[in-house]
Nanobody, 124 residues
Framework: QVQLVESGGGLVQAGGSLRLSCAAS????????MGWFRQAPGKEREFVAA????????RYADSVKGRFTISRDNAKNTVYLQMNSLKPEDTAVYYC?????????????????WGQGTQVTVSS
């Protein structure tokens, strides 16, 4: 079992920044692929970013490339999502997820554990 708890969401103006954190407990964190997803009202949950166990491989959705950065600190069992140049269309509930497999997957079906989500609202 893996427990995931997100934090860091909030309300920010367009062009601003936020950093989300996801604290993990349970399984050996350093063996997990970690991902961030988001879900806006009335829309399906979509992939944002993923990072492998060492942090050496990262993958991003086209919509956030160049603006968002995923990172992890295995000593703290935490994964981060630094979000810069935020846009109103980034408004969503952001979810942290853990994948027991090895690939940087973009499908929600590949992830085994999920956090409860944190709301990010970007005002125009």
């Amino acid at each position: 079992q893996v427990q995931l708890v997100e934090s860091g969401g909030g309300l920010v103006q367009a062009g601003g920044s936020l950093r989300l954190s996801c604290a993990a407990s349970g399984r050996t964190f350093s063996r997990l692929v970690m991902g961030w997803f988001r879900q806006a009202p009335g829309k399906e949950r979509e992939f944002v970013a993923a990072i492998n166990w060492s942090g050496g491989w990262r993958r991003y959705a086209d919509s956030v490339k160049g603006r968002f950065t995923i990172s992890r600190d295995n000593a703290k069992n935490t994964v981060y999502l630094q979000m810069n140049s935020l846009k109103p269309e980034d408004t969503a509930v952001y979810y942290c997820a853990a994948d027991l497999g090895g690939g940087l997957e973009t499908s929600t079906y590949e992830y085994d554990y999920w956090g409860q989500g944190t709301q990010v609202t970007v005002s125009s």
